[in-house]
């Protein structure tokens, strides 16, 4: 019998990734999507017609409990969120309605429309901050170093508040670092690969970054979303660490990335105090072992591969505003 899933954010990286995963394994699929002038719909433009939209919002407890009992969902996925940490800086409440109180609407919507179905909350190694040890488990406590990271752990928590009192088949993946062509502008690693495009096609002459010493444990998103799934397939709800288990630095990133298009990166990469954090996360790197033992995951897209394939979307990006500018001169 034909399974449905709800996703929440399906428009960003992981919702869009997961979307096609979904459709591949013959799920109906529906998108929530917010009424909203700016949404984009970009990555999901090769499946739209595959996904059957609905219009709901985070802040809207009706809206959610409408969509669910219009989709009748075997699986709900819980990725929208206010998801860029500097912004939580400068929209810390707004971060928390979206971050914090949606995931409360959303499983108070699916326990009393929907409480059979299946749900997943996107948890983020964001939580663990300023850590309490090396390298990061499920057990490891929570020292947040952001409003993001707040908003995160009352989400995280919450998820396990309605498994323990509503017996729900609720279960949050936390995940560390994901990154692919599909990542965002605003994030390190895309503003990264996008700008050595631009630098290498003529474009720019710079990069301007904060923290190069930050390490971070960095993951390709579609290994990642694959786990989401495998975890709704188990017995018994549970929470998982995902991550690669290895880390590196802002600098180890940069460097990869002009290397692949032969230059020095020395020549490009401006340090700019404005884009240095107010509380630094210095050090974030995961151990998957109860992911690996449990459910048989193994991440198969290494950092090095994962930022070249994104340094050759990004080229392949800008060439085309290139030949589109050139035509329009023209």
């Keep these: 019998m034909q399974k449905t899933a709800l996703i929440t954010g399906i428009t960003g990286q992981d919702g869009s990734y997961l979307a096609e995963f979904l459709l591949e394994k013959d799920y109906k699929v529906f998108g929530m999507v917010r009424r909203s002038s700016t949404e984009n719909f970009e990555r999901i433009a090769l499946i739209r017609d595959r996904v059957k939209l609905i219009q709901a919002d985070l802040l809207d407890q009706m809206s959610l409990i409408s969509i669910i009992a219009e989709s009748q969902p075997d699986e709900i996925y819980n990725l929208a969120a206010q998801s860029f940490v500097p912004t939580s800086w400068t929209k810390p409440v707004l971060t928390a309605q979206f971050t914090a109180l949606g995931v409360t609407r959303m499983l108070e919507a699916m326990r009393l429309t929907k409480p059979d179905a299946r749900f997943y909350q996107a948890s983020s190694s964001e939580m663990f901050g300023k850590v309490a040890e090396t390298p990061q488990t499920e057990n490891t406590p929570f020292h947040p170093r952001s409003p993001y990271g707040v908003a995160k752990v009352y989400g995280h928590f919450i998820t396990v508040n309605y498994r323990e009192s509503y017996d729900l088949y609720a279960c949050s993946g936390i995940l560390f670092n994901h990154e692919s062509p599909r990542r965002g502008r605003e994030f390190v690693t895309r503003k990264v690969t996008d700008g050595v495009a631009r630098i290498k096609l003529g474009l720019a002459d710079e990069i301007r970054l904060g923290n190069l010493d930050a390490k971070r444990d960095w993951g390709y998103a579609e290994d990642y979303v694959r786990m989401m799934w495998m975890m709704l397939q188990q017995d018994q709800p549970d929470d998982y660490v995902i991550c690669s288990g290895k880390t590196h630095s802002v600098e180890e990133l940069v460097q990869i990335a002009f290397d692949h298009v032969g230059l020095n990166w020395k020549d490009y990469v401006k340090i700019d105090q404005r884009f240095v954090r107010p509380a630094e996360v210095d050090l974030l790197i995961g151990d998957a072992a109860k992911a690996k ?38």
């Design 293 to 330: 033992e449990k459910l048989g995951w193994v991440p198969q897209v290494s950092f090095k591969q994962m930022i070249e394939m994104m340094i050759d979307n990004d080229l392949k990006i800008v060439q085309e505003e290139i030949d589109a500018g050139i035509r329009a001169g023209g």
